[in-house]
């Protein structure tokens, strides 16, 4: 398997936290997502955690609850139809969110 | 705006549809306005990047001497990654290189967006950005205006045009769409990568403003049901993934991580060695075609874009021009309403008729058993382009065998491994799909 060494391309990048680090948002304190917890926790796929394209949801491992970092939404909506039993997502408010500049 | 107030027409959304429509609307007199939850029109807006421009050019003829194009697309490339290696299909013609430039266009949609919004409110539309619509509202059966937020407040019209965009959250309060189906629906990443144009151009092998579009299959989405795209821009390209909400849990992936082993891959590796991450962007496509459409109208509605299902998700990947095309229908419509005083669902069925009459449905009736074809064949994706490759480098390995014998060597493989019948079958079936 020939995997190439990967040159030092500093500026390309490859973390989902790094990439978020460069998209604008206009934070709201009002959260547009809701989670029913124990739906989640009684869920055994969990696909949440791994299907959101900007790691918006992490499992709190003492609680087994399902946290929301709903500031790092991109809005795609991909959670709500993957998980539609637990996850209630709609738009954030008007003009509060992501803030595309080239998009 | 007072409360009073009264619009002839609200547009929801200012995408290619809503925009398309409210340009269109404006030039005909009527009173139109566009509610648009991004704090500017694009903030929210996000596609692969190529545009279809032959509804655009109706429009505005001659767009791409003020919009804010990229590249005008000379070279296709389709093609099949293994593991470590690739099957290609690359054309290009220098007869693309003639306005009106082959009607394909690499975009940058929120710079895009903004500018098309403008030119709809130089003749005359109202935009309305940072307002987002929350609710339809019904009066006995019709939809008489919208809520908003923040604020909560009501907006009256004589009909309301969605163009809200895949989510379609209006469609659904009212029950002309059923809840989306993860195997209909894809969900794409992308990111867009600074590079010098000079670079970019010798990478591609394009000169001036001449762009390459790249569709790949196969390894490029860990064989999912989905595919990978690289599209040049002036000075950087827009690489993503897309696949399946079905496909992509099913096999537990995470978008970004199938972007990485994308970008990673040696065929890819090159062409973004050394760029600089400017933006990361995330969205989806509705993918159910012809077979999965809502409902289209109502009393006081009609259904735009991608929240009308307005995609064609075959090879030809597009989405913002059938937007744009249905929302200039949608704007026909309109007109004919307003003139008959009846914005009834009788009257605004006119659009669907429209539609059926023109290449969007047209073409989504072409394909409609694509979406079905490869959810029921997975193995096609998943497996054609390793066996393609090995087979392939089977053929091409240098040794003294001779050529004869190597040939049957192959054959025998080729029988074994997929076997002529199910290729065939495969082929007729997929023939069949497209047809």
Known sequence: MSEPVAPADDKLKETIEDKLYLVKYKPDKQSHIEV??????????????YICPAKVYTLNEETGECLVNHENCLEC??????APEYVKWRYPRGGFGVQYKLG | ??????FDCLVVGAGPAGISAALALARAGIQVAVLERGEYPGAKNVMGGIL???VLNKLLPEFWKQAPVERHVTQRRFSMLSRDGEVALDFRTGAYNEPPYNHTWTVLRSKFDRWFAEQAEAAGVMIVPGMMVSELLVENGKVVGVKTEPGGDELRSDVVISAEGVNSFLAEQVGLRRPHDPRHMAVAVKEVIALPASVIEDRFRISGDEGSAWEVFGQAVQGTFGSGFVYTNKDSISIGVGSTIHDMTRHRLNPNEVLEQFKRHPAIRPL????????????????GGFTHLPRMVMDGLILTGDAAGLVNASHYHEGSNLAMASGLYAAETVVEAKRRGDFSAATLSQYANKLEHSF???DLRKFQRVSAYFNENPHTLRDYPDVMVRLLSDYFTVSEKPKAEIEKEVIRK??????????VKDVFKIGRAMR
Do not use: W
């Not at chain 1, 029913?36 to 949440?48: G, N, P, R, S, T």
């Not at chain 1, 909506?77 to 993957?82: K, L, N, P």
């Open chain 2, 414 to 423: 080729f029988r074994s491994e997929i076997g002529v019948l199910n290729l």
């Open chain 1, 77 to 82: 909506g991909t959670c709500a139809i993957a």
């Open chain 2, 272 to 287: 973004v060695r050394g760029g600089e991450t400017l933006e990361y962007a995330a969205h989806m496509i509705p993918e």
């Open chain 1, 36 to 49: 029913i917890q124990e739906v989640f926790k009684a869920d055994k796929l969990k696909v949440v955690l």
């Open chain 2, 52 to 54: 279809f421009t032959t």
């Open chain 2, 1 to 6: 705006m007072s409360d009073s107030e009264k």
């Open chain 2, 360 to 362: 969007v449905l047209q």
